[in-house]
Structure formats: structure tokens, C-alpha cells
């Protein structure tokens, strides 16, 4: 304890603080504000006289270690305090009900190949050896070199235009996903089978063609655990139907949160023919802190349908990819152009349109600069298809001395000179059209932006944080023979109206059977939370303190009142040594002050004294 003498000056032997000063002014004494104890263990260990040399040795090395260590320590504290380390916090809640996620199917078979055939069978032949040239030389290109080297770039042009004439191949021959459903019903839940209304508003395009997306809303609300609860799809894959390029066979299911949009085919699970899948989920429920202690962030999603959450890391990959796509392929992607028009989202697509236009400027300066230098390095892959198409043309008006002419494609055994712009699909009812890559076009631009300007992309993908609160599910994904038996198929299975009883080994090359649940109907919530808020902080550093040295808020306020009794002996002494210093001078001055007036008097006094003595003589 500290104390602390701040009384006035008064002689020790007297209780009176009225009591005259001393001769000489008032003196400081060594009690006025002196610290008279500190209680402290070090003080008293090195303060004990009696206490052995090696001992006081001993004890300075430990003290030193402590001391040590205690700094460390909260010198670690203090740095991970000023760092803002987070940990999360994982807590099960079992509920009453849970919402299944947002589910997308896709096939794997982007095209109807049989009914693509049939099309070019009857006039367009010479267009079908194209294709499956094409097809092939895009399925042996292994993303190393240049893939505009690896296709024969005079029949990819035929392609491309003849797709811009006709419709987009993805659109008039992909797969219509309600045709691929085969059970009684289109679905079941919870063992009640279910009827996908408004199946348009259901479909949505992918890179992988047209999907079945479910429970944007989250509408489906599971109440009873284990695969009889949860969703069941029944399929058929139409193996028949797949394009030679066709590298995988079968169904791939996409577990999304709600109102996520899944357009590339990343994250998804694949589910091979004559397979019965079990996709057992596990919900959790993820918030983060951001700003300062993470780096996730809450955009608004572009292509959201509903609005009810933002932007994911997979839509913001998506978006980059979108972005490289218009950049250097002068074109919208199919899927996302269709989609955009499909959920009226225009000014989604005429922002897009602005940025193929800013591109394209940009592209113009570019070429001016390489046909004055000669150099052709830094051309886009939309920059090389229009400088080699203007070769061609070249090279044919002066082979021929005539203007170059159109191909003219033919699908109804007459020429189409002006082909009546009345499309099977809405999208081509539009201006839009002209902006947006056909499946031939879009197919060689990703093989050429996963090749060509990968770390373009990559460092663009690494900019994609996670929102700070979203939903995701764990997958576990186990699968057995389908059908099990000749005799399930053809005594207990039960399908649609119109579809004919498949014969047994058409059911193992081709249907699939998918349950979608939960197991427990329960959540996981991940709450980051911060490692050191303020109270922590001050908890810790108390806990370290007292551990090592015995150090405590009280200790702290008697090193507070050390300082303050330091400066105030050092300060009231320095006052008290000013005022006896001028007391002492205004003495000084009274002393020669009245030895002047004593001085003056005794002159007058003289001075009478002999007037008073002349008078007298004269008498």
C-alpha cells in the first residue's frame, strides 16, 4: 500500500496544525509525500538482510524468467488481439421440420444427337461430317496449345454461321428435361408423388443444357428423417440419344442454397445409369463476422430469380467466367442469354451487350496497332476469327476478281435467302440474338479461355469471397444396381402414361433412380466469433499478470499513485524552496528599507539639534 503524507507542515511532537512556523521559513521534511510501503513480494525477497546471497541469486534469475515470460505472453495476446483472430462456434439444433435445399438435375448429353442427325440427313449432310469432325477435334484437345490450331477453322465458320441462321443447336435439339422423367409421377416427397406444374418455369439452361431447377423457395419442407421423407426422381437417360464427344453417361444433381443459380458444370454429383442414388444431406447454417476479422462479403446476385440472398463463390466464378467469355469471345453465352431472357432480366443482357461493345472499341485499337507492327500475340479469340474470316475473303476476291458470296444453307429442300426470323425459341424473338454464342462458337471459346488465358481467369477467381451468412449442405452420396431385379421392374415399378415397360438391360444401360434427404431433421449452426473482444482482452491480460508477477488493477492504481506522489513531492518541495527563497529576498528588502527610513530620520534629528544649538548661542 502506498501512502501518501500530504498534510501541511506541522512540527511532529504537536496534534495542531495552527501551530507558527519555524525561524526561517517552512521546511520540507523527508515524510512529506513519501512512499512509506509498497507491499510487494519482490521488494520484501531482496529487502530481507538476512536472507543467504545465493538465495537472493536464485531468486533474480527466476524473477527474470517470469518477468520474461509474462512479457511474451502478452505480447502474443496484444498481437493477436490487434489481428482480430475469429474461431467458429459449431452448436446442433434439432428442429421440427427442415427445408430441403434448392436441387438442379442436368443430363450429361448436351445435344439430342439423333434428333440433331435426322435434321441434317435430308440437305446438310456435308454440315454433319463438319460437326463430328468438330466434335472430335474438341474432345482430343487436352487444353495444351493453341485450340483454334486444333479445328478446322473453314468448317467452324460454316458451323457458326449456319447455327446464327437456323437457331442455336442446344436450343432446337437439346434434351426437354420433362421428357426424361419417367416414374408415375414426376416426383415424389415425403411417399406422396408430386406434378411439376408450369415445367417451363422449371427448366432453366445450363452449360449442360436444359435442367430441372426445384425449391428456389425452399417450399419443400422435409418433417420426417431417412429417404421416405425426402425426394425421389425416377429417369431415364437416353443413352442412345448422346453425342459421340459424350465423355460421361448419365445424371448430374447439383445441391444449391435457395435462389442460388448453378450454370457451369463445377460442384456437381454425377450419378451413372442403372444406378438407385442415396444423397444423404447435412443443412448447415453458416454466419460470418466480416469487415475486420474475414473477408466475406454480401453482394447482391445479378442473376438471382427471387432476390432472397446474395452472391455465392460459385455464382461469383460464374460471373468472372462470363465476363472472359464476353471479352474475348464477343459474345453471351447461350445459357446465361437464355436464362436472362427467360426471367426478364434485360438490363442484365444489355449491360452485357454494352461491355461485348466496349470490348470490341478496345479490339478495333488493338488490330490497328498489330497490322502496323506486324504482331498478332495479343488477339482475342473473337479478334482472330475475324481477321482470318477477312483473309478468306481476301484470298477469294482475288482468286475469283469477284465480290466474296454467302453461303446459303437449305433445311427444307428450298433455298433460304432471307430466313424468316420466327424461332422455335422466345430468346430469337428478340435483338438480342445477334449477341450470343451458339453451341459450336461457345464450345471452342471455353476450351480456348481454359487454355489460352487460364491465369487471366484464376487471378480474376481468386478476387470471390463467400457472403457473410448463406446456407450450404454436405453431401453423402452412396448408390446400388438399378433396377434390383428383372421382377422389380416389371411387377413394382409403375411409370408414366405413354411410356412403354423398358426390357431389362434398357433399364440397367439407362434409368436412374435419385433420393435427395435428410437423415435427421436437424441443422448445424458455424458462428464465427471473435478469439478477443475488449472484456477478454482485459480478462487475459489480468489472468497473465497475476500468474507471473502478481499484478492487478490495484497494482496498477499504486503505480498510478507513485507517479502522483513522485511529481507531487517533486513539485510541492520545489514550491515550498521558491516561497522560503522569496520570502527570504521581501525580508531583505524590509531590512534595507528600514535602514534607509532609520537613516533619514537621524539626519533631520541632527539637523534640528544644531539649529536648536545656534539658537541658544545667539540667546
Same mark, same amino acid.
Given at each position: 500500500?502506498?501512502?501518501?503524507?500530504?498534510?501541511?507542515?506541522?512540527?511532529?511532537?504537536?496534534?495542531?496544525?495552527?501551530?507558527?512556523?519555524?525561524?526561517?521559513?517552512?521546511?520540507?521534511?523527508?515524510?512529506?509525500?513519501?512512499?512509506?510501503?509498497?507491499?510487494?513480494?519482490?521488494?520484501?525477497?531482496?529487502?530481507?538482510?538476512?536472507?543467504?546471497?545465493?538465495?537472493?541469486?536464485?531468486?533474480?534469475?527466476?524473477?527474470?524468467?517470469?518477468?520474461?515470460?509474462?512479457?511474451?505472453?502478452?505480447?502474443?495476446?496484444?498481437?493477436?488481439?490487434?489481428?482480430?483472430?475469429?474461431?467458429?462456434?459449431?452448436?446442433?439444433?434439432?428442429?421440427?421440420?427442415?427445408?430441403?435445399?434448392?436441387?438442379?438435375?442436368?443430363?450429361?448429353?448436351?445435344?439430342?444427337?439423333?434428333?440433331?442427325?435426322?435434321?441434317?440427313?435430308?440437305?446438310?449432310?456435308?454440315?454433319?461430317?463438319?460437326?463430328?469432325?468438330?466434335?472430335?477435334?474438341?474432345?482430343?484437345?487436352?487444353?495444351?496449345?493453341?485450340?483454334?490450331?486444333?479445328?478446322?477453322?473453314?468448317?467452324?465458320?460454316?458451323?457458326?454461321?449456319?447455327?446464327?441462321?437456323?437457331?442455336?443447336?442446344?436450343?432446337?435439339?437439346?434434351?426437354?428435361?420433362?421428357?426424361?422423367?419417367?416414374?408415375?409421377?414426376?416426383?415424389?416427397?415425403?411417399?406422396?408423388?408430386?406434378?411439376?406444374?408450369?415445367?417451363?418455369?422449371?427448366?432453366?439452361?445450363?452449360?449442360?443444357?436444359?435442367?430441372?431447377?426445384?425449391?428456389?423457395?425452399?417450399?419443400?419442407?422435409?418433417?420426417?428423417?431417412?429417404?421416405?421423407?425426402?425426394?425421389?426422381?425416377?429417369?431415364?437417360?437416353?443413352?442412345?440419344?448422346?453425342?459421340?464427344?459424350? $465423355? +460421361? *453417361?448419365?445424371?448430374?444433381?447439383?445441391?444449391?442454397?435457395? &435462389? /442460388? @443459380?448453378?450454370?457451369?458444370?463445377?460442384? !456437381?454429383?454425377?450419378?451413372?445409369?442403372?444406378?438407385?442414388?442415396?444423397?444423404?444431406?447435412?443443412?448447415?447454417?453458416?454466419?460470418?463476422?466480416?469487415?475486420?476479422?474475414?473477408?466475406?462479403?454480401?453482394?447482391?446476385?445479378?442473376?438471382?430469380?427471387?432476390?432472397?440472398?446474395?452472391?455465392?463463390?460459385?455464382?461469383?466464378?460464374?460471373?468472372?467466367?462470363?465476363?472472359?467469355?464476353?471479352?474475348?469471345?464477343?459474345?453471351?453465352?447461350?445459357?446465361?442469354?437464355?436464362?436472362?431472357? $427467360? +426471367? *426478364?432480366?434485360?438490363?442484365?443482357?444489355?449491360?452485357?451487350? &454494352? /461491355? @461485348?461493345?466496349?470490348?470490341?472499341?478496345? !479490339?478495333?485499337?488493338?488490330?490497328?496497332?498489330?497490322?502496323?507492327?506486324?504482331?498478332?500475340?495479343?488477339?482475342?479469340?473473337?479478334?482472330?476469327?475475324?481477321?482470318?474470316?477477312?483473309?478468306?475473303?481476301?484470298?477469294?476476291?482475288?482468286?475469283?476478281?469477284?465480290?466474296?458470296?454467302?453461303?446459303?444453307?437449305?433445311?427444307?429442300?428450298?433455298?433460304?435467302?432471307?430466313?424468316?426470323?420466327?424461332?422455335?425459341?422466345?430468346?430469337?424473338?428478340?435483338?438480342?440474338?445477334?449477341?450470343?454464342?451458339?453451341?459450336?462458337?461457345?464450345?471452342?471459346?471455353?476450351?480456348?479461355?481454359?487454355?489460352?488465358?487460364?491465369?487471366?481467369?484464376?487471378?480474376?477467381?481468386?478476387?470471390?469471397?463467400?457472403?457473410?451468412?448463406?446456407?450450404?449442405?454436405?453431401?453423402?452420396?452412396?448408390?446400388?444396381?438399378?433396377?434390383?431385379?428383372?421382377?422389380?421392374?416389371?411387377?413394382?415399378?409403375?411409370?408414366?402414361?405413354?411410356?412403354?415397360?423398358?426390357?431389362?438391360?434398357?433399364?440397367?444401360?439407362?434409368?436412374?433412380?435419385?433420393?435427395?434427404?435428410?437423415?435427421?431433421?436437424?441443422?448445424?449452426?458455424?458462428?464465427?466469433?471473435?478469439?478477443?473482444?475488449?472484456?477478454?482482452?482485459?480478462?487475459?491480460?489480468?489472468?497473465?499478470?497475476?500468474?507471473?508477477?502478481?499484478?492487478?488493477?490495484?497494482?496498477?492504481?499504486?503505480?498510478?499513485?507513485?507517479?502522483?506522489?513522485?511529481?507531487?513531492?517533486?513539485?510541492?518541495?520545489?514550491?515550498?524552496?521558491?516561497?522560503?527563497?522569496?520570502?527570504?529576498?521581501?525580508?531583505?528588502?524590509?531590512?534595507?528599507?528600514?535602514?534607509?527610513?532609520?537613516?533619514?530620520?537621524?539626519?533631520?534629528?541632527?539637523?534640528?539639534?544644531?539649529?536648536?544649538?545656534?539658537?541658544?548661542?545667539?540667546?
Amino acid at each position: 500500500m502506498v501512502i501518501i503524507n500530504a498534510e501541511p507542515w506541522t512540527p511532529h511532537d504537536e496534534k495542531s496544525y495552527n501551530q507558527p512556523q519555524p525561524e526561517g521559513g517552512p521546511k520540507v521534511q523527508k515524510e512529506m509525500f513519501s512512499i512509506h510501503d509498497l507491499a510487494n513480494d519482490y521488494v520484501q525477497t531482496f529487502s530481507e538482510e538476512r536472507r543467504p546471497r545465493i538465495c537472493k541469486i536464485i531468486w533474480s534469475v527466476i524473477i527474470v524468467t517470469v518477468m520474461s515470460v509474462s512479457v511474451y505472453m502478452v505480447y502474443k495476446l496484444v498481437q493477436d488481439y490487434v489481428q482480430f483472430k475469429s474461431f467458429n462456434k459449431s452448436t446442433t439444433v434439432w428442429l421440427e421440420n427442415i427445408a430441403l435445399p434448392a436441387i438442379t438435375i442436368c443430363s450429361t448429353n448436351y445435344v439430342n444427337n439423333t434428333a440433331f442427325r435426322e435434321s441434317l440427313a435430308t440437305n446438310e449432310t456435308h454440315l454433319e461430317g463438319y460437326f463430328n469432325r468438330y466434335l472430335r477435334d474438341v474432345a482430343h484437345f487436352n487444353k495444351r496449345g493453341d485450340i483454334l490450331r486444333n479445328i478446322n477453322l473453314t468448317e467452324a465458320r460454316d458451323l457458326i454461321a449456319w447455327e446464327k441462321e437456323q437457331g442455336l443447336v442446344n436450343l432446337r435439339f437439346g434434351n426437354q428435361f420433362s421428357s426424361l422423367l419417367v416414374g408415375e409421377y414426376d416426383f415424389e416427397f415425403q411417399g406422396a408423388g408430386r406434378t411439376i406444374w408450369n415445367m417451363d418455369k422449371k427448366e432453366m439452361p445450363t452449360e449442360l443444357g436444359m435442367c430441372l431447377e426445384m425449391n428456389d423457395k425452399g417450399s419443400l419442407v422435409q418433417t420426417v428423417g431417412g429417404v421416405d421423407g425426402g425426394l425421389t426422381f425416377n429417369l431415364d437417360a437416353t443413352v442412345a440419344d448422346y453425342l459421340v464427344s459424350t $465423355k +460421361t *453417361k448419365g445424371f448430374v444433381v447439383f445441391v444449391r442454397d435457395h &435462389d /442460388e @443459380i448453378v450454370m457451369y458444370n463445377q460442384g !456437381g454429383y454425377v450419378i451413372a445409369p442403372g444406378t438407385e442414388a442415396f444423397i444423404k444431406l447435412n443443412a448447415k447454417k453458416i454466419n460470418r463476422l466480416g469487415g475486420k476479422y474475414g473477408t466475406c462479403e454480401n453482394n447482391k446476385s445479378q442473376y438471382s430469380r427471387f432476390n432472397i440472398h446474395f452472391e455465392t463463390v460459385r455464382e461469383c466464378v460464374q460471373k468472372h467466367k462470363i465476363s472472359m467469355a464476353l471479352k474475348h469471345c464477343g459474345c453471351i453465352p447461350w445459357y446465361v442469354a437464355e436464362r436472362l431472357h $427467360k +426471367t *426478364k432480366k434485360t438490363e442484365t443482357l444489355e449491360d452485357f451487350i &454494352d /461491355e @461485348i461493345d466496349r470490348w470490341a472499341v478496345e !479490339g478495333e485499337q488493338r488490330r490497328k496497332r498489330r497490322e502496323a507492327g506486324g504482331n498478332h500475340g495479343d488477339e482475342t479469340f473473337q479478334e482472330f476469327l475475324e481477321r482470318s474470316e477477312r483473309e478468306v475473303e481476301q484470298d477469294s476476291v482475288s482468286a475469283t476478281d469477284s465480290p466474296p458470296t454467302t453461303t446459303v444453307y437449305t433445311t427444307t429442300g428450298e433455298t433460304v435467302t432471307d430466313w424468316d426470323k420466327t424461332p422455335r425459341e422466345p430468346l430469337f424473338d428478340t435483338p438480342y440474338v445477334d449477341h450470343v454464342c451458339g453451341y459450336v462458337m461457345q464450345t471452342v471459346c471455353d476450351k480456348y479461355l481454359a487454355s489460352s488465358v487460364g491465369g487471366e481467369v484464376q487471378e480474376l477467381l481468386s478476387t470471390c469471397n463467400e457472403p457473410c451468412a448463406y446456407k450450404e449442405w454436405g453431401v453423402e452420396m452412396t448408390s446400388t444396381a438399378f433396377p434390383p431385379t428383372e421382377g422389380y421392374l416389371s411387377q413394382v415399378m409403375e411409370f408414366r402414361e405413354g411410356y412403354t415397360v423398358p426390357s431389362w438391360q434398357y433399364a440397367r444401360e439407362n434409368l436412374v433412380r435419385i433420393h435427395i434427404y435428410h437423415d435427421d431433421i436437424r441443422i448445424e449452426e458455424i458462428n464465427q466469433e471473435a478469439a478477443y473482444d475488449v472484456a477478454s482482452f482485459i480478462a487475459e491480460m489480468g489472468g497473465i499478470g497475476d500468474l507471473f508477477i502478481g499484478f492487478s488493477f490495484f497494482t496498477m492504481f499504486q503505480l498510478v499513485e507513485i507517479l502522483i506522489a513522485l511529481v507531487a513531492r517533486s513539485g510541492y518541495g520545489q514550491w515550498l524552496r521558491w516561497k522560503e527563497k522569496k520570502q527570504k529576498n521581501d525580508d531583505k528588502l524590509v531590512v534595507i528599507s528600514n535602514a534607509g527610513t532609520n537613516g533619514g530620520n537621524h539626519d533631520g534629528n541632527h539637523g534640528d539639534s544644531r539649529g536648536n544649538h545656534g539658537d541658544a548661542t545667539g540667546v
